[in-house]
C-alpha cells in the first residue's frame, strides 16, 4: 500500500511540473502593494494562525497592501464570516481535486498566476511539495517568503528539481519542537523584522441564528479527521451518562453528517432526554457559539479543541499523542483552562517524549487505550459537584 502510495504521488508530482511549465505560455502581470497568503492546512492550523492576518494587514510593511488569502475549502466558513476586515480577496482550494484532477489543479494555477500579487508568503512549516509549495511556484511575485522548516518527508527528495527556487527569502525556524501558535509568532516576527505581542488564539462571537440547547451544558464532539483520532463511541456514552447524572448538566453531542450513526448510539444508550445530537446540524461559526457558550468541551483531538482554547472554554482532550508538542497540549502561558488524557506509556514518559522527535509528527498508539475512568478525572476538575 505504502508503494503504490508513493507512485501515486511521483505521477501527480511530474503531472504538476508539466502543468507548470504549461502555465509558463500564460502571460500576467505584477500588480502592486499585492500580497498573497497560503495556508491550505485544515481547521485548527487556520485558528493557531487567524490572528496574524490582523497583525499583517496593521503592519507598516503590508498596511497599504491589497490582501489575498489561498485557503483550503474546509476553514472558508470561518475565514469568510471572521476574517474580511483584513482579508480584500479568496482563492479557495479543494485539496483533493487539486491532487486529483490535472483540470482543476491548472485552473487554480493559473488563477493565482493572474493575480499578480507583487509578494507571497507561505508560512507553514510543514511545507508541503504537492499543495503550498505548487501554489508559489505557480506565482510570479519577485518576493516569495518561505519557511525552512519541515519539508513533506514523502516528496523530499524531490525539492531540489524546483523546490529550492522557490522562496527568495527564507524565515529560519529553530529545530526545538515549537507549539505551532509560537511557531507561528517565530515566522511572523522574521517576515516583518518587530516584535509580536499576541499572547494567544483569539476568537471574538458574533451573533448567529444558533438556537442553544439549555443554558447550562456540555459539549462532546465526537469526530475527528483521522480514524484513529476517535475515541471509542460506547466511551462518549459513557462519559455523557457520568456529566448527566453527576453534575445534572445536559450533554450536546457535536461533529458532523458522518458522526450522526454515533451520535444515535450514544443516545440510545444513554436513555437520557438531556443528551442532544446536534451533529451536522451546526456551520462551524454556529459550532464555535455552541462551543463558547458551554460549561466544558469534551473532544478528540481536532478543531474543536482550538476553538475551545480561543473562545476560553474549559476542554478535555482524548489524545493518542500524535503531533505532541506542536499542537497538543497548550502551553499554560497560552491557555490554561485545558486538560489531555493521554495514553499510559506518555503519560509515564511525557517529559521525554515532548523532548524529542518521538511523537512529535505521529503516533501509532491506538487510542482506546484510554479509558472513561481517567476522562472522567479530568472532567472533575473543571464542573463542579451538584
Known sequence: MKYLVKLQNLIVYFISILLLLILKLYPAKILKNTLMVIRLDSIGDYILFRNFL???????????????????????????????????????INRKKFYSNPIYKFKIL?????????????????????????LAKAAIAPIKIGSSGAVDKHLKWKLGLFGKSIYNRVIPAVNEN???????????????????????????????????????????????QDIDRRWNVNYFAEICN?????YKLPVVIAGGDCERKDADKI?????????????????????????????????NETSAIHFAAAVKTPFVCI?????????????????????YVYPKIIKENFEEF??????RYDSELNIDQIGPEEVKKAIDNFLPDK
Not at 507561528?184 to 505581542?197: K, P, S, Y
Request: charged content about 30%.
Open 242 to 246: 457520568y456529566i448527566v447524572k453527576k
Open 54 to 92: 490582523e497583525v499583517l494587514k496593521k503592519s507598516e510593511k503590508f498596511k497599504n497592501y491589497s490582501i489575498t488569502l489561498c485557503g483550503n475549502i474546509v476553514y472558508r466558513d470561518i475565514a469568510e464570516g471572521l476574517d474580511t476586515e483584513f482579508i480584500d480577496r479568496f482563492i479557495w
Open 354 to 359: 515532548i523532548n524529542n522527535d518521538t511523537f
Open 178 to 224: 515549537l507549539f505551532e501558535f509560537f511557531r507561528n509568532i517565530e515566522f511572523f516576527e522574521g517576515v516583518l523584522e518587530e516584535r509580536i505581542e499576541i499572547n494567544t488564539p483569539s476568537i471574538i462571537i458574533k451573533k448567529t441564528d444558533l438556537k442553544l440547547p439549555f443554558d447550562r451544558y456540555a459539549v462532546a464532539f465526537i469526530g475527528a
Open 110 to 134: 493559473k488563477q493565482v498566476k493572474e493575480t499578480g500579487s507583487e509578494t507571497i508568503i507561505n508560512p507553514t512549516y510543514t511545507r508541503e511539495i504537492l499543495y503550498g509549495d505548487m
Open 319 to 339: 489524545n493518542r499523542g500524535k503531533h505532541l508538542g506542536r499542537f497538543s497540549p497548550y502551553p499554560e502561558k497560552v491557555y490554561n483552562k485545558g486538560l
Open 267 to 299: 443516545i440510545s444508550i444513554s436513555g437520557s432526554d438531556k443528551v442532544l445530537d446536534y451533529t451536522g446540524k451546526t456551520s462551524l461559526i454556529e459550532l464555535i457559539h455552541l462551543i463558547a457558550k458551554a460549561k466544558l468541551l469534551i473532544a
